[in-house]
């Protein structure tokens, strides 16, 4: 065994992997800037243990793979891209695609983990989640997910931006299981290329409140009343956010995807069927 | 099952804990300011699975008792003051205290989360994080553990101070195991309030050589520099250091403690008998 080699808990010939937890969007405000680095989003949400696990294996042109298909995910090629190194990347995924749980993001984020353990390219980490950043926001995809799903927990985006220009905080949690449905998909690209004035004001009225009484309960609050006022609510959405309401329980949309996410039991406990995990605390890391 | 408790996991009647990971320094430069919240360190070093468990349950007065004794620790004292709260702090600690572990912060940063959520206090993890660390400032215990201890993975202290004042980024590392030992314990608070001009020369130098090339392997080089610059290793540390690079392995001081960390088994493999844990990437959580 190599010294190389030693620190490693269990040495194996397996590629480095990374797993990047899943990130819901409670509430947002959009913040456009020439630079992708400095654009961004202000807002919270929810950093979750189901998430993406992603390889990297150089290769002359870089390929992704999403749970075994082949797909075009800008923000994976503009994150190797700009490491000016190419690879075939494969993406698994304990979430769908398009429903609100930063599944580009934490691929982009992956992939530059593990791009940085398998080049060699001795990038800090700050500037390895400023790289995927950038590439999420170039590519339309995303605005906040990537920052949030580096720090895991509940993330306050307070300022919008990659490490260096945004900051962050976070409501402390005890570990907390969270239910959640997906009625369909939603492109992030449409809402936040369009016309953003409504939504971005009511985001930050909603970031503000929230910034009052940080707690897992008034985040949900807080992004509801967000989910009105930004007029985001499908009839699929608000239905089960009402259902868990009358059943005594707490949940929100998550942004932006046709997806409705709850404390606890609170979706079971309204006759749904969902999925669950817990809030993921440690954020995206090698595995 | 009120809403209240329902997003917890598995709700019991037992108080919250928190978890906070064990931290050891590195190399590290000493940044004095008369406001303990912009007092600090700069540094790196690696945040540990080992750690120190917290519960906190209200009284009359303010006790803190660690594995079961009742001892003074006045950054715990000072970060429930902050609060204005009291209460019985009771610490477990997987690791020795005053060897160069982080405790007194851990401790500090502990009794803070669970203060948070016990009293309803409603902080951000920032603010909460802000007082312990400024409560470990002003007791002289610490410097740079408590910030550390809150983000987790192999912390870089790049500006010193609390949350709003300081700045982090961190290595990435795959999961990583880390042996110790320690052959007795060291004031810190004599080191830091001592002249500490060259030690800070010499940690200021360490940390920027770190940060061209931010990998685990040269943090253990640079703080080994950095050790024998400051004149810090005592010579049953620096036989232990040699003894496992001899074995072809990595080790270096932790400060400010009568501590070596090796890399993977490298203690093990010169022939010690150390404890074993894993660099922790989640940091100091409620658990």
Known sequence: MTVAE???????????????????????????????????????????SAGVTVTVVPADETTVELDGETVEMEAVTGTLDRLDVSAAVRVESDLPVSAGFGVSGGAALGAVLVANERFDLERTENELVSVAHAAEVAAGTGLGDVVAQARGGAPLRCEPGAPGHGELNGIATPPTRVEYVSFGGRSTGEII????????????????????????????????????????????????????????????????????????????????EPASCEIDRAGA???
């Open 6 to 48: 030693s620190h490693r808990e269990s040495p194996t010939d397996e590629p480095p992997q990374a797993f990047v937890p899943g990130h819901v969007t409670g509430l947002f405000s959009v913040h456009p800037a020439d630079d992708p680095r400095k654009a961004g989003s202000r807002g919270a949400g929810l950093a979750l």
């Open 285 to 287: 890391r090698l595995v």
């Open 193 to 272: 290329g369009g016309d953003v004035e409504t939504l971005t004001q009511a985001g930050e009225r909603a970031l503000a409140a929230l910034r009052d009484a940080p707690t897992l309960p008034h985040l949900f609050a807080c992004s509801r009343a967000f989910a009105k006022d930004a007029d985001l609510l499908t009839p699929s959405v608000e239905r089960a956010i009402d259902d868990v309401r009358d059943a005594g329980g707490e949940a929100a949309m998550a942004m932006l995807g046709e997806t409705v996410i709850a404390l606890g039991d609170g979706l079971t406990r309204a006759g749904y």
